[in-house]
């Protein structure tokens, strides 16, 4: 339970005076640890709290970072772009889950374990190739960590169309698709075409010479003749994986 | 109603029999009317009719397209990205309503009304500035074509962050937001730091030198350091719309 | 007949001597009209005439080559990226056969019939959208004035697969596959995963934002995740046409 | 023999029924083996069977899909974009050839000869520089794996046109010609200016500064003046042997 | 004190002759070292001594650049970019002080300590997050070694906006402000909409993908929608600094 | 006198209650006509009024915010990028004064005289060529209309850079520099390695080829290798006004 | 003759004084009309006076520096990037002569003859193709009033070197070769290898799609593997004629 | 002596017969070694021998060359980018003299001496600064192995105009220039303005940022708005000696 809920829950209950609530409320908006100022009330803002972007901070700046959640009452806390390293040296004081391939980690209490899904339907997460797994892991673990339930389809790419459509029946069933893909990124336009349901495609840097590091990836995206795509940054599995979860939780 | 529902529900009385059913699934998937094969499952495979993309194509194929159309029982064809002139052309023969500053037309028998809204919210679409009105007005005719309760919020952009702020409630409520902005595309991070809802990118070509006809906003739009933000093209007004009416009508 | 063989068949059937053969070879390697060198060996060297890039050229420029190589003996002359206006000088002097939408045009005594096929077998030419159909007559146009049967098959972009796959037949009897697709150029990696020959893919400019006018339409195709694609320059109808004759003439 | 043909010809000698050889060729249209779909039918509907990218998959991966293939028949597999460390995993508890050079490796029961030519005519090869042969090779030898005689004729760059010239009657015979080249690319041109066959060319990464790391050369092959030159990705030897292998089998 | 200090006050105190002094001040305009020319008429010129940009140089060529100083007064010598192990050496024979995060140092009799501040008012340096601050810090101790007070106010990113608010009162007594941040860079506009005062933006090259290593923040600040913005280059910390200094000197 | 400014007088003088100014203070931050929401706290915050960036405008927007900024008190109003046409139509009810060259207006009241300069000293602005003209002119009617004294330069290219050198005393003598140059724009390093204040670096779009309509000389004074130069966009003449006049301001 | 030369020469014949010479000298290193310093030591500094760039100037002013030139004794002065209108402007009130194909012109009293060459040999410009002939005669004239004798050899292109080859021996002769190219710019590269002189090469904007505007054959010739090349800005005739002159006159 | 001039003397001497002169000239233009094609006739055709670009070949490769090269006469071969490993690796088997910094070598019987100069006149070399010095020396070291007096003028940039103009004398007597700069690369500009002789720009690779690796640079030089400069590739030191060494041979 997180510390703004808990000042709520007082005032509701006689424990905290409504003066000792705004106090509180007006003092705490974020957590000021110098290098950092943790942002505390994004879970009311935003449904979510804060995740920890891990590339560029040092291993104790992401303990300091994780330490101000966890006495603010979060319970599980992502860090994406952690490398093995880092994640040893957060896992030595810290409980914590760490996957290699997506260099996504999960710290707190409840590392352990996912939340019970609670959104409309099915995220169903589809890759161009094998090599695109790691960014498609990114996507399922975040939406997986913020409580959804995810469809793995990987390996679909487009040029053996057939390999999709065999599948057809879960594009179909999906509440939205995140489709990840590198190279000429085709994927998102062939499973827009095919699916009712938002897509979120992700560009990956899978590839070589003209791809240019997945520029020809986003570049097909974002023109997909097919409507109903949106694109996030180039090997972005985190931030599919979140907008998944927002779209998947409209009217919750 | 379209003709497939028609089919459907044809098979239901048992008006039509279940091999004229097939038959007529089978030879329809398109009409083919020579240099377009215009597509009529899509309401089925997508929640919505196939829209004409004006741009490149003649006055005369897009009246072939919207006769096509209404042939098989749509009664709103959305036409984007169509001048005056061709919206005059299809005017002459068919009924239709048309907004030049968005360059948008909607062709068909009931192009004089929008639909009845009945997504799960509302849709707030935000600019940052004057200039980026007639692409928020290609989403905002879009979103209601398709049946959306739609709020405008236009330039409120971050240079003079409290005319936003002012409005903090209404991105507040807001189930989907579309946030369309050009020169340094700013707006989305902002609107997306405040917002607990999934928001659209559209970046504009407002700017000179080096927005490079809407480069910078669209990169800093993919890079936008709040998350739930994706983004499609430049000045993709209709894509956003879409998307958003998408979204809109998750679960439903 | 070109004045090539002529020669030749001149020093078969005694007319000409080895030495005036010798010496014509050597003197007339090319046409030497001051703005020009007209190059007349190319239909021994290559299996084709010269062909006149109109577009940098004036219509006297276009009509002096055009009589160099009529001089020379050729019946039909292909002139590509060529306006109304100059067609129309050209037509006033010249018997000659336009085609304004792709902006081509054959002159020369036989400019109102196309020759014979004698290919290997059929080039099936596919074009994403109707926007792109201009471009798809260049490359069918070229290719059917060099000899070679053509079929069209024209908007079956991958945002409804169906149509695409509806047509599966054609693709699979095909010789070889002229794709020509702008936006995201997804049709030539989804043609080429079908396909069990060759396919030339030709981005076109059509598009808007980011598609930077054909950019992102190459990357794709370059980036075709699909084996046996290779790619021309942007809006290279012409290119594909040449490149497709060529291979439809393989042993030949 | 593949395990679709040894399907159609137990069907046609009796020792399969119908309905077995229907069933076989439903539930098997590629084997799917969790991170890949290994796709099986290609060798019907492209002539030749899948190819592995080895880059971004593990050695794991690469076997594993080495041995969903030999499963179903194939002797040779073309593994490529395969580095020492893997070729060395894979030749571990498989019959393997690798060229270090081309990063290419042939793995399988007949990994170590080449299959016996059945093109059309020969392949020729031809590189700007000696720094250019490693990505010829894997042209080379993509192409000799898949059926097809090769010349190579390396190190005939424009800048001593002579040499190129000296070897012009290996350019005159050729049925399809590779030509490979970093810098300024400018090879292809010239030879497509000398041959009366296809002309696939392969920009590579060859260069500094404003090479931009194949960008210079790419771009210089696409505007090719010559006709008949079509293009693939930067460095893709692979993609080019692939085509030219194509286009010397049409009609066979 | 610098060399042509003591050369003016020799010639005020009557120590030097009027011609001894123009022979000094013409004959010494620079000190020629064989790999560099040594600038020491700037502190005229610009207020300030010659840099020493690190990268690209030999530890040697930076210690005679140093020493060259040294002899011609200056007491303390700023050193960007430099890494440890060229820190090292130049700490083995002369007075040094090395910050590593940033990767400058202050050489000479004074590089322990900092001058007085005697600007206009305070430089204050906002960041958009943690992984920002080395850039931040080469602006800050750039500014403090050329004697300003520099108040840092790190982490307020905009996907945030309530922590840049919360230290609004910082923004409105600042004298100039230094923006840093990478990503989308939005900073920049939303601290040049709240400030009264000239704002320095500095793009970092921190994110990944389409931030295409600083592109994005910078074409982002280049096209900020608020006033009074101007930039540097990506990561360029010291010439910030440098800039903002120069402007909390205006009149002094 | 501005509206806010005539709140706080009325507060002083007694004409207006406390809770009254409160009132307007809260209820008045922007001016929403709709279209724009026109912000009039900016001279409180910002020390100078909103100005009004004409491109993408219609002329009625124009003159709506014209009014709207009129009926809080202002005088001069700049108007940026407005051409002929909407300037006459500005000038038809409102008193304008038009620079056609700059594309820029100043109406109001006062729209025919500039203020009283108030500045610290001078504001130099040079130019590369004569083509830099109208950018550098944009700059100076900027600068004057908030209140600078401005000393114009022109000419001066670094091609011939001893015409720079005999005007050294003028660089000398300034407070800050505004360097406008288009092609290699290096007059900014030449002009900030000889001066001792503040340069805004403006690059222009004159040039042709490799210039790339700015962006050559927009990365060399990103590049400067001058200590004390900030760029703003290409073509920003009003950024660069608009600074210099704060820079100019300090301490003011 | 020059107005310098006419104050040395006065010097020399005692018609001018020393002092009345180093005044001259020192008061009049250019003529400051305003808009413009019109350089007028040029002709010592560099061998020739200097050129107006006639783009981005308006008429008067190109007039005003003419008269301000032929003040100061030229008689022959050039007029580059000038349209028929400006020429025509000009024309009415000076001695004229235009070449509208290169929109180039020559003013003053001898406008209409070119000097006598006295370079060290021959510069010969080619050209790839018709369409280069303007730039390439933008590059003749200059060279030619200039004083050097030009060979014209147009239509060269790699595509058919034969046609190059069989006029090897103008190659062969020529003191400096200007190779002007577009599309893909191979010309510089095949010459450069072919001669034993300097190669300027000029890249053309003549092409379309991937040629990006001259930027693939700007790359192709940086990249160029022939050795003794280099390169001017794109379409820049007037920038490789006068780089031509001055190589042709080393040592003169 | 060359193995072409062997065979002419021999010939002119009577050792050796037209017909064998014929068959020597006919059969050794140049030597087959497999991986590459040694040209020898280049000392004719273009007044120097091959160079051997170490980058991207073996040190078994270059020695091969090496040693085709010496045994044709050649005395002193250039070699450029060679590190140190395979420098020791041809050193171990010939004479040869390396200079690390340059990556430049220089084997053969003659490598430990220059060759006397024998040009018009000086080559001036001039850098920015110390850190362009490698690209500099490339050039000078292949100047002078091709005989030509080289004057060093090191760390001269435009942010310290005076510095440059303080060696003004030695920018006047010099026939020919290279200027070699990174950043905003103005030195060229500059130079060129000041020099009366042709000026060959070296773009190179120092900077950080916007310089986006001497693409900052390259621009700035191409778009000089200095009359008489071409530009070479960036980093390119050995073509800009090459090119500089023909001009100062020319007319000899």
């Known amino acids: 339970m997180s510390d703004i809920r808990k000042t709520l829950e007082g005032l509701a209950t006689g424990a905290v005076s409504v003066d000792e609530a705004m106090l509180r409320l007006k ?105 695109d797994i790691p960014v498609a892991e990114e996507a399922a673990l975040t939406a997986e960590v913020l409580g959804n339930e995810v469809v ?35 994927l998102a336009s062939v499973v827009g075409g095919l699916a009712d349901c938002p897509v979120i495609a992700v560009p990956t840097s899978v590839g070589y010479g003209a791809s240019f590091k997945g520029l020809s990836a986003l570049l097909s995206m974002l023109n997909s003749c097919a409507s109903g795509v949106s694109v996030v940054n180039i090997d972005n599995g985190f931030g599919a994986g979140y907008m998944a979860n927002m779209i998947n939780h409209v009217g919750k």
Do not use: C, W
């Open 27 to 131: 003092t705490e908006p974020f957590d000021d640890i110098g290098y950092a100022k943790v942002d505390l009330h994004r879970d009311i803002r935003q449904g979510a709290a804060e995740v920890i972007y891990g590339e560029g901070k040092t291993a104790e700046q992401i303990i300091g970072i994780v330490e101000s959640m966890m006495r603010h009452g979060h319970e599980r806390i992502l860090i994406t772009r952690i490398d093995q390293a880092k994640a040893d040296a957060v896992g030595a004081v810290h409980r914590i889950s760490y996957n290699k391939e997506a260099r996504i980690a999960i710290a707190g209490d409840k590392a352990g374990s996912m939340p019970e899904p609670d959104g409309v339907g099915k995220i169903v997460i589809a890759t161009g190739g094998t090599s």
């Open 152 to 186: 793995r389809l990987y390996d679909v790419g487009v040029s053996g169309v057939h390999r999709l459509l065999a599948r057809k029946e879960l594009i179909m069933q999906a509440t939205v698709i995140i489709a990840v893909a590198g190279m000429e990124g085709a």
